[in-house]
């Protein structure tokens, strides 16, 4: 087996930690939902709800990771002594497995899409848009093999390691997916009527405001931030003893919000400017923009064309950093738990993944009945995990950190042994206690439809 790896730096913790939670849920999830409960109001309550569950749920995460210094099912497993709780471990290790596999389907159509954007085949009417999706979903081999290609990519990056592999992309990737959500930012502001969609964003309606989207971004906090994937306390056991928790959790989350206010001032000024709902929902990236862009920059086609490509090319860029975090997770279990060099471990994650891409693909497309309980095998994959294991794995985490670990282990993983953050460790443990846990029940409770 390798020997195990850590960050090399503070700036790649921020990054490579950063780029597990942003992906499509910024630049594609966050936009949709925001149009479909209000704009402004739904954007305060999920700010709100990222400093309030988001943090302290990562900071819990990081604890278990660091202290542990090992994968996330022997983290759980060293700190409970062998008791159940190293299930949720195992659990979230799981759960990423089949979100990577799923997500390396999105993936691939935002492959698919760049390609055909630099050949300019998805610039035409909303007609033509939904029937090249449809086709391009429906063919048997096109979709497998952009999401194949995706997860080899994936593997390549992990296999190279933490410092030389994770870290040294991160580096890479996040600045890039910054330059470019600029440049489409100005882009999009720079419309007509574009300031309509910026009030949208930015100017609060509370009569907007209830019950379901108060719980709504809720959830949207939750999962923008990868809580209960096992992400975060793999990540976190390759960071060294010196690194302040709290810190980085919160310049994690300000980065992770930021580029999702910045994918809603990308979005939402040009769907306002030519006249299209902002609450065009799940559609809205591979049927509702690319008419968008034609429509907006009609006046100069070569700039509608450019702006198309820079689009696509960063939603590819958001979903690589994710993939690469989810990847880890089980790369690493494997190695450390079969003592088994780095790149046999990380091809056992890829076939994996490998196999539960090429049937969801298959069950939106080539054999639609490809389906359990009266879903499509890739929706039922989104919904068990999203609605179900991730919800389930960020409680069982908090009430862990906040009711099992020893207090002097949390005391001095938070502090860094009385170093740091000495003001807030009884509110972070409140918050971990009895706040996470609530909140994180009403997401539960909501996805179930009893409140």
Request: hydrophobic letters at 50%; proline letters at 4%.
């Amino acid at each position: 087996m390798s020997e195990r790896g850590n960050f090399g730096s503070k700036l790649g913790i921020v990054l490579a930690t950063a780029g597990s939670a942003v992906g499509l849920g910024n630049v594609w999830r966050f936009p949709y939902m925001t149009g479909q409960n209000g704009g402004a109001a739904f954007l305060l309550i999920y700010i709100g709800c990222i400093f309030l569950l988001g943090i302290p749920g990562m900071v819990s995460e990081f604890i278990v990771g660091r202290h542990a210094q090992a994968n996330a099912a022997r983290a759980y497993d060293k700190l409970s002594g062998g008791r159940p709780w190293k299930m949720v471990g195992y659990l979230g290790i799981f759960t990423s497995t089949i979100i990577l596999g799923f997500y390396a389907v999105v993936a691939g159509w935002c492959c698919q899409y760049l390609y055909a954007a630099f050949l300019g085949q998805v610039l035409g009417d909303t007609n033509y848009v939904r029937n090249y999706f449809t086709e391009f979903s429906s063919d048997l081999w096109r979709p497998v093999l952009w999401g194949l290609g995706f997860i080899l990519l994936t593997h390549c990056v992990v296999v190279r390691g933490v410092r030389k592999g994770i870290e040294r992309a991160s580096k890479w990737l996040m600045p890039i997916l910054l330059v470019l959500l600029l440049i489409l930012v100005i882009a999009s502001c720079s419309l007509p009527g574009a300031m309509q969609g910026v009030y949208f964003l930015l100017m609060p309606d509370f009569s907007k405001l209830s019950s379901h989207v108060l719980l709504e971004a809720l959830g949207q906090a939750f999962f923008s931030l990868s809580l209960g994937t096992a992400c975060l306390c793999t990540y976190a056991s390759y960071f060294s003893q010196n690194t302040n928790l709290l810190r980085s959790a919160s310049q994690i989350a300000l980065l992770d919000t930021a580029i999702a206010i910045l994918s809603g001032l990308m979005i939402f000024p040009a769907a306002f400017s030519v006249g299209v709902s902002p609450d065009s929902g799940p559609s809205l990236i591979f049927i509702t923009l690319p008419n968008v862009f034609q429509q907006a920059f009609s006046s100069v086609p070569i700039v509608g064309y450019g702006v198309s490509i820079m689009f696509y090319a960063l939603l590819v860029f958001a979903a690589l950093t994710s993939t690469i975090s989810m990847h880890e997770i089980g790369t690493a279990f494997f190695s450390e738990e079969l003592q088994q060099p780095r790149n046999h471990s990380a091809w056992i994650v890829t076939l994996a993944t490998a196999v539960i891409c090429v049937f969801c693909a298959w069950s939106i497309g080539a054999f639609p009945d490809l389906r359990l309980v009266g879903m499509s095998l890739m929706d039922f994959c989104d919904q068990l995990t999203a609605n179900f294991m991730l919800p389930l794995g960020g409680m069982l985490v908090c009430l862990f950190v906040g009711w099992y670990v020893p207090r002097t282990i949390v005391y001095n993983e938070f502090t860094n042994k009385g170093h740091y953050n000495l003001r807030f460790y009884r509110i972070f443990l409140f918050s971990v206690r009895y706040v996470c846990p609530i909140g994180i029940l009403l997401i539960f409770l909501h996805q179930l439809g009893v409140v």
